[in-house]
Structure formats: structure tokens, C-alpha cells
């Protein structure tokens, strides 16, 4: 028996009962056994649907040549080329996920949809383990929002403090993993060479803990930006205007009394008293429809329910969020 390792060729030549027969079988086996190299794994696993994103391939006995990624999803494929780095990485960019080839934009999936990579060098085979690599919509600024005690009034100076970042997509679903790129500024709206230092952990569920210390009781604007390929955009809500004038360090907490008093609370009670009043004053309901006066005041009511509408939807949106993020309901210290 022979095996010719470059044509993974394996030949049989034998006989039986002391007597050799002349014939001589042969079979390619690789499919079975492969190329020279694997692939052990890839960083990170995820890519979002717009592709163009670097990621990095970790395997063995990796060589220079053309190098060709597969993306596998059933039937369907998608490709892009690798770049060597030495026998045990390479890295590649993503291609565009959103194709009638791979994808079709005109249907929608939940979460992640989770496809193979593959690797072919030259001529060889494909790799034959394959790497899982899940595919996620794009995080859409005009839908992600923010909220904490840093973006509350009344937060004292030199005590940290918080926000968190919620990423959603263009269909407003939470993301549920990370990768995202934010940036938060906090700059002196007095003085705007002063600023403060801001830190950033991707909490890889969708959410992003953004932490700083006011130094001061200057009034500051807080900008929370996504970043993408070519330009940085404000995510819902941003900027906000906040002053650090508090003296009690718990001001800064995130799930703290002052923070259930001020956000929670009182923004509840103002929605449903603001609720009410726009309620009552564009009804039509008992009132004289032949005045020109009255008919004004209606209309000009159902102007400002559309112009407040965004801003309610955020302020429900972001406490929702608060909400289930500190599952304020299993706390028992804040339900008194």
C-alpha cells in the first residue's frame, strides 16, 4: 500500500493465500484527509451583514498563495480573499453579507444567522474543520440609546459615575452581542478645551458600560457617538446637558434611590400628566366645533403630540431599558 501525499493518491497492490495478483487499485482520499493545513479558529466569530470588517484566522502549516475564504450557509456561499501573516494566521476582510446569493435582504432573521468558514490555498482541498461565524445586523445610531446617572442632573463631582449604551439595529432589536464602536465625549459647556476622561467596556450583550468621574460641579455636555467606516453620528438623545452639583455620592449610582427618584419616577409621573393634558386639549369631545378658536387649539395640540411624540417614545425606550438592564423589579432595597 502506498499514499502519495501531494496527489493524496492511495494505491493498493496485494494477493492472497501466498499468491500476488497483478491488479492495482487506486483511490484519491481528499476529500478524507484533507489539505496540508486546518483552521483551529477565528477572531472575532461574528461579523456584522455589511461586512468590510477585519477579522483574524488562527490555524496550521498555513502557506502563502492564493488564498480563498468560503463562507458556507447551506447551498448558498460567499468569498473574499485572505492575507498570510505567518503559518498560523491570516487575516481577511468580510464581504458583503446582504446578497440574493447568500442573504436576501428582503427577509429578516432574529438574532444571528450562523454560517461556516472554509479555507482553500492554491490548489489543495478545503480545509475539512469547519468554523462557526455568526452574522449580525448592523447597529443603527438613530436607534441605540443611552441612559444612567451621568446623564442626570444633580450627579456629585469626584465620585464615578455611569451610562450605558444600548445598540439596536435598524428594526429597533436589541443587538444581542457586541464589537460595536462608541465614543463618549464630556466637555465643559464653559470652558470647552476642559473635558474628562471616559472608559468604555463592551459588555458583549448589545450593552456598553461607559464610566468617568466629574472632577467639578461645572456644567458639562455629554455626547455618546457611534463610530463607523467613515464618520461618527450622535445615537439617539445625544448630546444631553447635565451639571454635577450633588453632595451625596450616591447620586452616582446606578441602581440607587436617587436614580429610581429622578428618572425613574419622575419621569413616569411627567409622561402620564403630559399624556393627559394632550389628551384632553385634542379631543374634540364637548367642545363647540363652530367656534374657529376652539377648532385652532385642537390643531395646534395634535402639532405638538406629533413634535413630543419622539421624545416621549425615547424617555418609555430608555426606561424600559433601565428597567430590564438592572432588573429593578428584583431588587427589594428599591421597592420601598
Known sequence: MVYYQHSKNLLLFGGWNNEWFGDIYGICVSAIVGPSYSVKSVYPNMGRISGNQEITLYGSKLSNGNITVYFILGAKYAQTTGTLIDDTKLTFMTPVFSEPSFINPGTRFQGTKDCEIYIKIDNEELSTNPIKFSIYYDTDAGKSIFFGPACITGGTPGVPTSLIIRARNDENENRLSGLDNFEVSVVSENDMTKSIETKIVDNNDGTYLCTFTPTDSDKYRISVKLIGDKEKVDIRGSPVS????GTDPANNEMVGKYMVDKFLKENVERLEEEMKRL????????????DINVLIDIKNSNKEIEKVSDNFDLIINQLLEYYIHNKIGEKKSLSK
Open 279 to 290: 389628551e384632553k386639549s385634542s379631543s374634540t369631545e364637548g367642545k363647540d366645533l363652530s
Open 242 to 245: 447635565v451639571e454635577f452639583s
